[in-house]
């Protein structure tokens, strides 16, 4: 018996240990990956690693691209800053919530009854931290800590009263106003004719309309752009958690500005691109002449012979320009390209500021960092000069993704969009929980990258073949018929306006879109096609 019971006891133990060993080894749990989303304002593909415009200059840009994967066909999913950024941030598409531009009764809505990438990533844990310009309006409750409280748009010109377009920029430009009709370099110092200045404070100021003044002596006494301010608290914040011996995950925002206009940045930036060098976007004559873009969106003359129009800035913006240099396109085209380039090459300075804190922390390994703007721009091409129009240079976008195993420099073809961030962001970090606070709200527009960050061509994408935009506009209307709504694949545009009217464009032949092929009966099958896909999508 006692025998029986030596002999049990070491089965016993013998089965004990023999299970143990049998067992898989435990995984050990991997720590939950920070992000670092960065936006860019009005920033189209004019950087070196989108290849946009050949005297771009974007080495920090390209560098994050090298290390990551580029998206070379992603589109924004509406052409205007207000909804573009609302769609991005809760993932909803505009025709979902008929945030179509800048009212307030539609944002409202929409953020009362869905829940922002942000309080998703509160949720489940994440320290969340911002500063700049995110959300068109910023809403300090959706943040844990919000870095710099500035102006984002300043400096202005200001005459000591009021904020007005720069007076270096000659007229008809300039009377646009104090944002859209302003370009300089910042040692042009608005000086005002005697008799003109209606204060001691004229020249430059952070915000006119509470007379806070900017000061500048030259290029190494002067104050700091809201940009440079935005990257310093980020690059601070980083080296501040660096310290920390165990921080939370963090998701950081940061909204740079630049190159929304007005177009100011230091001189040194404006030298990059001498007016005599310049090399402007191929424009043919007769290009707009085939669109339907004017047909919807008319430009008109007052009966004092000034411009006026309802929402298409972009035609308006372009007859001005012209006229202010005498009738000269290429010259006024120059000289606002040459602003433009300066003000993308200072934000990718400041892009550059940041990532150089991040990857010299412990953080480098394991952060996520987007890169994106929320739409294009167009530069002249089809007489248009703005964002918001249904076209590739409107609508493309940079979007840059690095995230930890993802196999550096790889290319995407495939069409994504904005409305794509959310849901890959939920995916890769694993976040918990769900999108809408009430029955209200909306379901997730988009479909997650990260197939894309695994192969460049996945056989597991959900997405569709395309990418939607919809064409913002200031006149409040919900109605879907009275929308434009443009779709992008890798190989065609469709353009669908309120009318009716239609645009085709062969993206393969004709990249630059100078031919519209909708009253080509040999694309007829292919049209219906996308327009039958467009209006599934919408309704």
Not at 239 to 261: C, L, Q, S, W, Y
Request: aromatic fraction near 12%; hydrophobic fraction near 35%; glycine fraction near 8%.
């Amino acid at each position: 018996m006692k025998w029986m019971t030596k002999v049990g006891v070491i089965l016993t133990l013998g089965f004990f240990v023999f299970g143990c060993e049998q067992k898989p080894p435990q995984q050990k749990k991997l720590p939950k990956p920070n992000v670092l989303f960065i936006i860019i304002d009005d920033l189209n593909d004019y950087q070196g690693c989108f290849g946009g415009h050949p005297q771009a200059k974007t080495p920090n840009i390209d560098k994050l691209a090298a290390s990551g994967v580029r998206f070379v066909n992603a589109q924004t999913n509406i052409g205007l800053c207000n909804p573009s950024r609302n769609s991005l941030f809760t993932g909803i598409y505009p025709h979902q919530s008929r945030n179509f531009g800048l009212d307030k009764k539609t944002t409202q809505k929409l953020f009362k009854n869905n829940k922002t990438i942000m309080e998703r990533f509160s949720e489940n844990g994440y320290f969340v931290m911002g500063s700049g310009k995110l959300l068109h309006s910023n809403q300090l409750k959706l943040w844990d800590e919000w870095g710099v409280d500035v102006n984002n748009y300043g400096p202005f010109a200001y005459d000591g009263k009021n904020q007005v377009g720069h007076p270096s920029v000659p007229q008809p430009f300039r009377s646009i106003g104090d944002v859209d009709g302003s370009y300089a370099p910042m040692s042009d110092v608005p000086v005002f004719a005697e008799g003109k200045s209606n204060g001691d404070n004229a020249g430059w100021a952070y915000s006119g309309k509470k007379d806070i003044p900017f000061k500048y002596i030259d290029e190494k006494n002067r104050d700091l752009l809201p940009d440079e301010l935005h990257a310093q608290w980020a690059e601070k914040r980083i080296n501040e958690m660096d310290t920390e011996a165990t921080p939370k995950p963090f998701f950081m925002g940061i909204g740079f500005v630049r190159p929304h206009t007005p177009l100011y940045a230091p001189k040194r930036f404006f030298d990059m691109f001498p007016i005599d060098e310049l090399q402007l976007p191929v424009i043919i004559d007769g290009d707009v002449a085939d669109t339907h873009y004017k047909d919807n969106y008319p430009v008109e003359r007052t009966r004092d012979d000034k411009w006026y129009t309802n929402t298409s800035k972009g035609q308006m913006y372009s007859k001005m320009l012209t006229e202010s240099y005498g009738g000269d396109e290429e010259l006024g085209l120059k000289h606002f390209l040459q602003a433009y380039l300066a003000c993308v090459a200072f934000a990718d300075e400041q892009v550059g500021i940041v990532l150089d804190a991040l990857n010299e922390s412990k953080f480098a390994e394991n952060t996520i960092v987007i890169l994106c703007s929320d739409h294009g721009w167009q530069m002249g091409q089809k007489q248009y000069l703005f964002k918001n129009s249904p076209w590739e240079n409107s609508t493309h976008i940079p979007m840059v993704i690095k995230a930890p195993g993802v196999k550096a420099n790889s290319k995407v073809e495939q069409p994504v969009s904005l409305i794509d961030i959310y849901p890959t962001l939920t995916d890769v970090c694993g976040l918990e929980g769900d999108n809408k606070k009430n029955e209200a709200g909306f379901s997730v527009g988009g479909f997650s990258l990260k197939p894309f960050l695994e192969k460049a061509k996945p056989n597991n994408w959900k997405g569709s073949e395309g990418a939607l935009t919809a064409i913002a506009t200031d006149v409040v209307d919900y109605e879907l018929t009275s929308q434009t709504f443009a779709y992008r694949t890798t190989d065609y545009r469709f353009i669908l306006y309120p009318n009716g009217q239609e645009e085709l464009y062969d993206l393969k032949n004709d990249p630059n879109e100078w031919t519209n092929l909708a009253t080509d009966e040999k694309y007829d099958e292919v049209k219906a096609e996308m327009r039958e896909t467009v209006l599934e999508m919408i309704n």
